[in-house]
């Protein structure tokens, strides 16, 4: 047995050596300094939510590559649930692409076009509909909070594997820095924090993949310990039901074109010309970053059946629980340095998207204008912090189901009005506020009443998918109903750009 193999105690183990104190001071002296940079240029509301739209496309694909889902919800899904997990990422095969294809340049010229500061913005140009715009805006506000929570939980999961200050705690102390920048400097902070940590986990993200293969003996043998104890961990479905995986596949696929944390940064592009590499450069980046997405997943399972841990306490801490006894000091403070750096990275994204909906896109659909924007801005970041916190402290869910919640309500509330109105001319105002007004209150009913185990749906399918088909048809048939308004529902430009 490998000497890093050891038995898991009853709770994980705390590494604040001097080692990691060091690794860990370090990356967040880069992050805070960072942070302070990017708060003296943030002087205006386009500053602080589209990032002066001066961000190059390297920038932009690190910036969007980062998660706590990644790093903590994943493996732990994996763990939990088997090779059905994969349903989630296998779509990313295929979804740069086709989101660089359908969304990407128009949303880039729209935007460069009219001026444009967030997702609902374009909903608002596409239809002439302010209420279209502010129903967009309320579906992005309630899917960035369980997305908030989602990033907080994991937060709280790997502060508290490093200093075992308990979860309420590591919850709470990575809420509290996030903000901080988050304030200062709005996205600008976010994004290039991103890159510096992305390129750092890329490389970290390898050096675990790599010693999880030499010392588990190889995937070969991993596979064969879990098979022996677990056959249907490896099954191409895992645990999940064959419609359960699909479901997934299907939410994470149609879903990415309604992610406004994406599709957000498709404004801040500085040369929209160079979008043409946006795939490519995406998809590497996330090969990169789902190595430990993978390879964590099944080690740990591996390890578990075969004695050398013990089964983690919950699937959240399948990440912390490998890494404080597999992989060698020095690359655990590195990873989870850069874990909890990621993680906040990804909370101020939302956040920022969050803000923009309560001070820019609420006025709008109400027919105001906010005065002293960047002020109201900032407070509103530290309202929806506040909120994404509380829910992962309390809401007891695994960080991965509440990323799938997040995801499937961006999917389902956006992803017609938004990814198909700006491929097809027929479609309504009405379509579109009847599609987002199905997908927010079906998705929002069918979460909570499965959350309160008042119903759920048979053989394991998403309320997210559900939530998802029933959005897209509602479109269609309103749009067909009401298109003989469709034609005058678009202005000139707008037209020209669906056009090119």
């Not at 193999?5 to 183990?13: D, Y």
């Not at 597999?326 to 969050?354: C, E, K, Q, R, Y």
Request: with cysteine; net charge positive.
């Amino acid at each position: 047995m490998n000497a890093h193999f050891t038995l898991l105690q009853t709770s994980l183990p705390r590494i604040a050596q001097p080692m990691v104190i060091v690794v860990g001071a370090a990356y967040f002296a880069c992050v805070i300094a960072i942070s302070v940079w990017a708060s003296r240029r943030t002087k205006t509301t386009s500053d602080f939510f589209v990032a002066g739209k001066g961000i190059g496309l390297v920038a932009m694909t690190a910036a969007a590559s980062v998660s706590g889902f990644a790093f903590i919800g994943g493996p732990g899904l994996i763990y939990a649930v088997g090779l059905g997990a994969l349903a989630i990422v296998l779509p990313a095969s295929v979804t740069n692409v086709m989101g660089a294809w359908v969304l990407a340049k128009r949303m880039r010229l729209l935007g460069e076009a009219r001026g444009l500061l967030t997702v609902p913005d374009a909903i608002g140009a596409r239809y002439r509909s302010p209420k279209a715009q502010g129903l967009a805006g309320l579906a992005i506000l309630v899917g960035v909070i369980g997305y908030v929570a989602t990033n907080a939980l994991a937060m709280g999961v790997v502060i508290n594997a490093i200093f075992g200050v308990g979860l309420g705690w590591g919850i709470w102390i990575g809420m509290g820095i996030t903000l901080a920048y988050s304030v200062a400097g709005g996205i600008l902070a976010g994004i290039y924090n991103d890159v510096f940590q992305g390129a750092l986990m890329a490389v970290a993200s390898i050096l675990v993949f790599v010693y999880i293969l030499v010392g588990g003996g190889g995937l070969g043998a991993m596979s064969h310990t879990i098979l022996i104890h677990d056959p249907q961990f490896l099954g191409p479905w895992g645990k999940m039901t064959p419609l359960a995986a699909l479901s997934l596949y299907f939410v994470f696929s149609m879903g990415s074109l309604g992610q406004p944390q994406g599709i957000h940064r498709y404004y801040m592009l500085r040369d929209p010309r160079l979008l043409k590499w946006y795939p490519l450069l995406k998809t590497f980046a996330l090969i990169l970053v789902l190595l430990l997405f993978f390879g964590v997943g099944i080690a740990v399972k591996a390890f578990v059946a075969g004695g050398r841990l013990a089964p983690p306490a919950t699937p959240d801490q399948a990440t912390p629980t490998l890494l404080l006894n597999v992989a060698p000091l020095i690359l655990a403070a590195l990873v989870f340095s850069g874990v909890a750096a990621a993680t906040m990275s990804g909370v101020n994204a939302f956040i920022n998207i969050g803000a923009a909906a309560v001070t820019h896109d609420f006025p709008i659909a109400l027919g105001r204008k906010v005065s002293h924007g960047l002020a109201w801005a900032r407070g509103a970041t530290a309202v929806i912090a506040l909120a994404g916190a509380l829910i992962a402290q309390f809401s007891g869910t695994m960080v991965a189901f509440l990323g799938i919640f997040g995801w499937g309500l961006f999917g389902s509330t956006l992803v017609p009005a938004l990814a198909i109105g700006l491929n097809w001319e027929g479609a309504t105002p009405a379509g579109a506020i009847a599609s987002m007004g199905t997908g927010l209150v079906v998705t929002l009913a069918l979460e909570t009443a499965s959350f309160f185990k008042v119903f759920k749906f048979p053989a394991g399918v998403t309320a997210s998918a559900v939530a998802l088909v029933l959005s897209i048809l509602v479109f269609f048939i309103v749009s067909q109903i009401t298109r003989s308004s469709a034609a005058g529902a678009i202005d000139p430009d707008v037209r020209l750009i669906m056009e090119m």
